[in-house]
């Protein structure tokens, strides 16, 4: 069985809302609609320069921390990684 976990969660409601298609969204970042969906699933790397691309684009308005939450690390990875200060 796979498993299927909503990448984005909050990018994927906005694009809802304005009605902002992954392959419009893959058009302006220089991939296909394929790669593109790929990366907002989760199953290949985002890069940073990608999502700064589809925030100042789409939603300019939105938080990119808001859009991308789920690249964010939290407290517990901070611990794992010896990042504390």
């Given at each position: 069985m796979r498993d299927s976990k909503i990448m984005f969660s909050n990018l994927r409601a906005e694009m809802a809302r304005e009605e902002i298609t992954i392959g419009k969204i893959a058009e302006k970042?220089?991939?296909n609609r394929d790669t593109m969906g790929r990366k907002l699933s989760g199953?290949?790397?985002?890069?940073?320069?990608?999502?700064?691309?589809?925030?100042?684009?789409?939603?300019?308005?939105e938080n990119i921390q808001y859009l991308f939450k789920e690249l964010i690390a939290d407290k517990s990875d901070e611990e794992k990684l010896n990042l504390k200060n």
């Open positions: 970042v220089g991939v199953k290949a790397p985002l890069y940073l320069n990608e999502a700064f691309v589809i925030n100042r684009i789409f939603f300019p308005k």
